[in-house]
Each structure stands twice: as structure tokens, then as C-alpha cells.
């Protein structure tokens, strides 16, 4: 295996572990704690602040209680910006189906229309020639053509 294999396979390995235990909310509650602790150590407070951790709690549960505040403001953000969303596509669904009931009226006049053509096509097809120039004297007559 060469190198690049093995980068490869580390990293892939590196990452399932990682996912496995949840590594990287841990990891930012340690990084969390860390900032929080130097702020103080800069406010000059860390001899008066008691330290959260006690021997008897297991670290699991010290890290989930300051990260499960956390994940919990993050999912009602994450549920507010869901329900937007789902607003906006009931509207965009909505648009949609409006635009859609337009298209099929407008399909249907459409048709309509090339019916009607076809129909005053085979009358005038299926005329002779004289019937047709009285009929298109008449019509000039009365006005109702269009050619000028």
C-alpha cells in the first residue's frame, strides 16, 4: 500500500470514529469550555469561579449538559428556518398550481380556436370557386374583411 493509500484509509478510518462517538460536539464543547475559561482567566476570575466538574460525574454527562443547551437553541433555530421554508413552498406550490389552471385555460382557447379554423377551412375548401368569390364579395361589401 503506498502512501496515498494510506492517508486515504487513515482518513476514512479517522472520520468513522469520529462520527462513532460523536467526537466533534464533544470536541466543541472542549473548545467552548476552553474560550470560556481563558476569558476568565483574562477577566482575572479563575480563582474565584468553582470548577462545574466533580470527580463522581461522569465526563459523558458534564459534556452533554453543556452541549445539549446548545443543541437544543440550534434545533428550535434550525425548526423556525424549517417552517419557513415549508411556508414558502406551500406559496410556490400554490403559485404553481394556479399557473398551471392558467396554462390549461389558455391550452383550451387555443384549441378551441384551431378548431374553429379548421372548420371554416373545409367550408371554404369544399367550395367552388364561384360560390367562393360572391362570398368574398359579399363579405367586402358588408365589411367584415380585413384586407384592405
Known amino acids: 500500500m503506498d502512501v496515498i493509500g494510506i492517508n486515504s484509509c487513515t482518513q476514512k478510518e479517522s472520520s468513522e ?8 460536539a464533544a470536541i466543541d464543547a472542549l473548545d467552548e469550555a476552553i474560550v470560556e475559561a481563558k ?3 483574562v477577566e482575572g476570575e479563575s480563582t474565584n469561579h468553582r470548577d462545574e466538574w466533580k470527580p463522581d460525574i461522569d465526563p459523558r454527562t458534564a459534556v452533554r449538559a453543556r452541549v445539549m443547551p446548545v443543541l437544543e437553541r440550534e434545533q428550535v433555530e434550525l425548526q423556525k428556518e424549517l ?8 406559496k410556490y406550490l400554490a403559485r404553481i398550481e394556479r399557473n398551471r ?10 384549441k378551441s380556436r ?4 379548421e372548420q371554416v377551412y373545409k367550408i371554404i375548401n369544399n367550395m367552388d370557386i364561384e360560390e367562393l368569390q360572391q362570398w368574398m364579395l359579399a363579405a367586402d361589401e358588408a365589411g367584415t374583411t380585413t384586407a384592405d
Do not use: V
Open 17 to 24: 470514529l469520529l462520527r462513532l462517538y460523536d467526537a466533534r
Open 39 to 41: 476569558k476568565r482567566q
Open 83 to 90: 417552517n419557513e421554508l415549508e411556508e414558502q413552498n406551500r
Open 101 to 110: 389552471a392558467e396554462y390549461r385555460a389558455i391550452d383550451q382557447e387555443i
Open 114 to 117: 384551431l378548431n374553429r379554423a
